[in-house]
T-cell receptor, first 115, second 113 residues
Framework: ETGVTQSPTHLIKTRGQQVTLRCSSQ?????VSWYQQALGQGPQFIFQ???????GRGNFPPRFSGLQFPNYSSELNVNALELDDSALYLC??????????????FGEGSRLTVL | GENVEQHPSTLSVQEGDSAVIKCTYSDSASNYFPWYKQELGKRPQLIID?????GEKKDQRIAVTLNKTAKHFSLHITETQPEDSAVYFC????????????FGAGTILRVKS
C-alpha cells in the first residue's frame, strides 16, 4: 500500500453536474498531482499542487480546478460535467524539487461515470 | 509539449520468452523515464525507472535502456511469467524536477502458459 488514499472510489453523475474528488497524500509528501485515465489509455496529467498553489497544468479546461490544504491533502473539482469526463482519476503524491527521489505514489483512484 | 509514443499496443509471448516494449519521446529536456505496471482495476505501480545520465538499468528480470540521442527508451522483461500479464506504461518527465509525467498509451502484455 502506498499510503495515498482517495475518495470516493466510485461515483455516478449526470451531464452538467459538478463533482469533488479527494486525496490524502503519503505521509511526508508535500506535492500532489492529479491524472485522468480514460478507459484503455494512459494517465494524462491534469495539474500539480505544491505549497497550496497550482504548480503546472496539463491540457485541461478551466472547469477542472483544484485545491491543496495545509496538511497537503488535495481536492479535484470538475464543473459542468461532460460525458468524456468519465474516467479513472488518479492522485499521486511525491516530494518536491530536488528532494524528488523518483517515485510517484499513486492512490487507487476514483472512477467517475458521467451519464 | 512532450509527446510519448509507445509500441506495441498489445504483445503476446509464451511463458519463459522475453518481451520488449519501446517508447519514443519528443522533448529533449525530459530527464526521467519511469515504467509503470497496471493490473486490472488497480493503481499504476513503478517497476523500474532511469534518469538521463544513465544508459541502462537492470533489476532482476527487468531492464530499461535509454538512448537520449534518438529519444527512445525500452523495457525488457526476460523469462516472462504469467503474473507479468498486465498493462505497461512508459512515461517521460516534464518540468525541471521530474515529478510531472507524460504517459504513453500503454501495452497490454499477455504471457501464455
Amino acid at each position: 500500500e502506498t499510503g495515498v488514499t482517495q475518495s470516493p472510489t466510485h461515483l455516478i453523475k449526470t451531464r452538467g453536474q459538478q463533482v469533488t474528488l479527494r486525496c490524502s497524500s503519503q505521509s511526508g509528501h508535500n506535492t500532489v498531482s492529479w491524472y485522468q485515465q480514460a478507459l484503455g489509455q494512459g494517465p494524462q496529467f491534469i495539474f500539480q499542487y505544491y505549497r497550496e498553489e497550482e504548480n503546472g497544468r496539463g491540457n485541461f479546461p478551466p472547469r477542472f480546478s483544484g485545491l491543496q490544504f495545509p496538511n497537503y491533502s488535495s481536492e479535484l473539482n470538475v464543473n459542468a460535467l461532460e460525458l468524456d469526463d468519465s474516467a479513472l482519476y488518479l492522485c499521486a503524491s511525491s516530494l518536491a524539487g530536488l528532494a524528488f527521489t523518483g517515485e510517484l505514489f499513486f492512490g487507487e483512484g476514483s472512477r467517475l461515470t458521467v451519464l | 509539449g512532450e509527446n510519448v509514443e509507445q509500441h506495441p499496443s498489445t504483445l503476446s509471448v509464451q511463458e519463459g520468452d522475453s518481451a520488449v516494449i519501446k517508447c519514443t519521446y519528443s522533448d529533449s529536456a525530459s530527464n526521467y523515464f519511469p515504467w509503470y505496471k497496471q493490473e486490472l482495476g488497480k493503481r499504476p505501480q513503478l517497476i523500474i525507472d532511469i534518469r538521463s545520465n544513465v544508459g541502462e538499468k537492470k533489476d532482476q528480470r527487468i531492464a530499461v535502456t535509454l538512448n537520449k540521442t534518438a529519444k527512445h527508451f525500452s523495457l525488457h522483461i526476460t523469462e516472462t511469467q504469467p503474473e507479468d500479464s498486465a498493462v505497461y506504461f512508459c512515461a517521460a518527465s516534464i518540468g525541471e524536477y521530474g515529478n510531472k509525467l507524460v504517459f504513453g498509451a500503454g501495452t497490454i502484455l499477455r504471457v501464455k502458459s
